[in-house]
């Protein structure tokens, strides 16, 4: 019966000791990495806004002509086009206005060199009345003393005559002149409008700065609805239409929490994949980290989020501007090390250990683990290369 129940003990103790989940230590590389999500967006693009134009008076700005959404561009298409017909309107009706002002200018220089044509003349006459009085006023001689002040005070009265209207011609000169660049100022001013409006119709029409693909932006319409940017929608000054990207060099932007952040590093590997396209790897490198840290209302105060922007070294033709994306960023790595499950190793009283399968079955056994990445951990001491262990301590 002893005996009995000793193989009988024994047969339940190999059965458990085959039912628990084992691996063998194996050597290889450990990769740890760190995982950044994000989106998809353009590491070189243009941003086309609605123009700014000159005047208040320039009318509404509606889309008349738009590129379609993923199409490539050149440098120089046509890709944005307003309605200029206000426009036009405007700008014939300131034109109309700036002819009459030259017009007036015109008029104003005749009718002030006919008015001075015709004070000079009389400024002739007074300073000819003048040498006539003083002609006579040389005969006082043979003049009775009556005639002598008679004489006297008729050159007195032509010199005052002929003074008084010098004056005049210098003050009307003025006058005149003020008056023709008053007029003159007001045609300069009409011509600045005409000018500004002019340089607004070209704004209406916007080509392509660069070569690229056309991301339509999105807006927002009365009564709340958020749409994409389409032909006949009115836009305001400045308000975003679309980007114009280079589709060759796409990055995914993210944030990594600020207490990782240390383990990164600019020009890092990493793997990036594509929710959209779960079949899709491409190859990447960490372009740039953050300085200052973000957060937002809904998220705790002492929690902060640096920013990330992984560029990608193989995009296609799959990779456009905001799909969902992550990259895998090789933050540290162990070379021809003793691997085991992450879950093997245990922890007790600052050492650790593993459970290691022997003949008697499992015993614990102390090790020095080195770097882990969640799944693997490398072994440096305590174990061999084919050893097997519980998977779980």
């Known amino acids: 019966w002893l005996y009995l129940r000793a193989e009988r003990q024994s047969g339940a103790a190999q059965t458990v000791l085959a039912a ?39 009318g509404p700005l509606i889309i008349l002509n738009l590129a379609d959404a993923g199409k490539m561009v050149q440098p120089g298409d046509v890709i944005l086009e307003f309605d ?11 034109i109309d206005g700036l002819r009459d002002r030259q017009n007036d200018v015109a008029k104003r220089k005749v009718n002030n060199e006919l008015r001075m044509e015709n004070l000079r003349q009389s400024l002739r006459q007074a300073k000819a009345a003048v040498d006539k009085a003083a002609l006579d006023y040389k005969t006082l001689d043979v003049r009775t003393d009556i005639d002598r002040e008679l004489l006297r ?86 308000q975003p239409v679309m980007k114009i990207i280079n589709p060759g060099k796409m990055m995914v932007e993210g944030t990594v929490n600020q207490a990782e952040v240390t383990r990164l590093r600019i020009g890092q590997e990493a793997v990036i994949g594509l929710d959209a396209f779960p079949e899709a790897t491409y190859r990447g490198k960490v372009y740039s980290i953050g300085a200052i840290g973000v957060g937002s209302r809904r998220e705790n105060y002492y929690i902060r989020n640096i920013p990330v922007q992984v560029i990608l070294e193989n995009a296609d033709s799959r990779v456009i ?29 600052g050492k650790q250990f593993v459970y290691i399968r022997t003949e008697k079955g499992f015993e ?30």
């Open 20 to 58: 628990t989940r084992t691996a063998a230590v194996q050597r290889g590389s450990l990769d740890v990495r760190l995982r950044i999500a994000g989106s998809t967006s353009a590491k070189e693009f243009v941003n086309i806004t609605a123009p700014r134009l000159s005047g208040p008076d320039a």
């Open 84 to 94: 200029p017909q206000s426009m036009k309107d405007h700008l014939d009706d300131t």
């Open 153 to 238: 005070l008729a050159l007195e009265e032509a010199q005052a005559a002929y003074k008084e209207m010098q004056a005049e011609v210098a003050l009307t000169e003025q006058s005149l002149a003020a008056d023709l660049r008053n007029a003159e100022i007001s045609m300069k001013m009409e011509e600045l409008h005409v000018e500004r409006h002019e340089n607004d119709m070209k704004k209406l029409v916007i080509r392509a700065p660069i070569a690229g693909m056309v991301v339509l932006q999105s807006m927002f319409r009365p009564g709340g609805d958020q749409v994409t940017v389409a032909v006949g929608d009115r836009m305001g000054p400045g």
């Open 321 to 349: 501007p905001d799909l969902s994306a992550f990259a895998n960023v090789l933050v540290d790595r162990q070379e021809n090390a003793l691997l085991v499950p992450a879950a093997a190793v245990g922890e007790q009283d």
């Open 364 to 393: 614990k056994r102390e090790v020095k683990a080195g770097l882990s990445n969640g799944v693997q951990t490398a072994i440096l001491e305590g174990l061999k290369e084919g050893d097997v262990v519980r998977a779980q301590y």
